[in-house]
């Protein structure tokens, strides 16, 4: 499958409450309504960030069979039909902001990802490429430090994930890689403690709560 990531920002008259309240409840039910080639579709909310933060409040995960259906979701909105959900995007987001990468996806530690209910509570390492490191450089330090967190296996997530953009020419990211676990203890740091290495700019760590759309409402 293919999987998309858009990094989305509130307007900046919102709160990031009034953001996902309205993410929730208003534009992802309206968004079902019109897109129906999706396989999978997690809002990942932005509860905090250390050191600062990230230009996004939902790193949003929009995943597809295949390009064609990736394709068919491109020309709705460029559409003149897709106009309903591009002003509703203006009622609470920043649309100038938003970035979307496509990005693969690794399984590093734990069970399959499977269709989760509820509200998930997650934590994120973004990860930026250091100026002076090459793309081989801050890939072996990104192994290094995933080395790192699944080694002494302290019981802190039961399941991690890594993902790498597919253009890493791309501009406008925010991260160059990013590093996802489900922690057992949802108030515990699980990156507060990992070293700093020479390929690897800048970390920072999100605390997320997460919300997945049931696989029967993707499809018609």
């Given at each position: 499958m293919l999987k998309n990531l858009g990094l989305i920002p509130r307007r900046a008259d919102l709160s990031r409450a009034a953001f996902r309240d309205y993410y929730e409840t208003r534009?992802?039910?309206?968004?079902?309504?019109?897109?129906?080639?999706?396989?999978?579709?997690?809002?990942?909310?932005?509860?905090?960030?250390?050191?600062?933060?990230?230009?996004?409040?939902?790193?949003?995960?929009?995943?597809?069979?295949?390009?064609?259906?990736?394709?068919?979701?491109?020309?709705f909105l460029g559409s003149p039909a897709g106009e309903v959900l591009r002003e509703d995007e203006a009622k609470f987001m920043d649309r100038s902001g938003v970035r979307v990468m496509m990005v693969e996806e690794s399984l590093l530690f734990g069970p399959a990802r499977a269709t989760?209910?509820?509200?998930?509570?997650?934590?994120?390492?973004?990860?930026?490429?250091?100026?002076?490191?090459?793309?081989?450089?801050?890939?072996?330090?990104?192994?290094?430090?995933?080395?790192?967190?699944?080694?002494?296996?302290?019981?802190?997530?039961t399941r991690l994930h890594l993902?790498?953009?597919?253009?890493?020419?791309?501009?406008?990211?925010?991260?160059?890689?990013?590093?996802?676990?489900?922690?057992?203890?949802?108030?515990?740091?699980?990156?507060?403690e990992l070293p700093e290495l020479d390929g690897i700019a800048t970390q920072t760590q999100l605390w997320l709560e997460s919300s997945e759309t049931p696989p029967g409402l993707l499809k018609d």
């Open positions: 534009h992802a039910p309206l968004a079902l309504r019109h897109l129906r080639t999706m396989q999978r579709y997690v809002r990942n909310h932005v509860v905090a960030a250390t050191p600062a933060n990230p230009p996004f409040d939902s790193l949003s995960e929009f995943w597809f069979e295949n390009s064609a259906d990736l394709q068919a979701i491109i020309d989760e209910d509820g509200v998930i509570r997650k934590q994120a390492l973004l990860l930026q490429h250091a100026a002076g490191a090459s793309v081989v450089d801050f890939r072996a330090d990104v192994d290094r430090l995933c080395a790192t967190l699944l080694r002494p296996r302290a019981t802190g997530f993902d790498w953009p597919t253009d890493p020419d791309q501009s406008g990211r925010a991260f160059d890689a990013v590093v996802t676990a489900w922690p057992d203890d949802p108030n515990r740091s699980l990156f507060a």
